[in-house]
Nanobody, 122 residues
Framework: VPLQAYGGGLVQAGGSLRLSCAASGRTFSSYGMGWFRQAPGKEREFVAAITWSGSRRITSESVKGRFTISRDNAKNTVSLQMNSLKPEDTAVYYC????????????????WGQGTQVTVSS
């Protein structure tokens, strides 16, 4: 499924950003969705995921309590609300999807968006 992420930008530490990801097609509600990120010089890491129904969510320990994933199946979008941002949250954020699947590993998702840059200044 084609994915288009947007909402990245530059923010000061302690600030907030909301990333969104729009998906094409009429079967969005059957896709588990998620977010990964990759900081400069580091491996890509899991951030958050939500099941196709929205009934289950999981976030990484590094963002728990600060980031919230949600979805709107009527609008074919998934969002990542990021609060209390830290400089170490600086990364390219990728929206991901998988048919009736979800998880915390890269291999759990078959579709990847192009990424959106988030920069948190200290």
């Amino acid at each position: 499924v084609p994915l288009q992420a947007y909402g990245g930008g530059l923010v000061q530490a302690g600030g907030s950003l909301r990333l969104s990801c729009a998906a094409s097609g009429r079967t969005f509600s059957s896709y588990g969705m998620g977010w990964f990120r990759q900081a400069p010089g580091k491996e890509r890491e899991f951030v958050a995921a939500i099941t196709w129904s929205g009934s289950r969510r999981i976030t990484s320990e590094s963002v728990k309590g600060r980031f919230t994933i949600s979805r709107d199946n009527a609008k074919n979008t998934v969002s990542l609300q990021m609060n209390s941002l830290k400089p170490e949250d600086t990364a390219v954020y990728y929206c991901v999807a998988d048919w009736r699947g979800w998880g915390t590993s890269e291999g759990d998702f078959g579709s990847w968006g192009q990424g959106t840059q988030v920069t948190v200044s200290s």
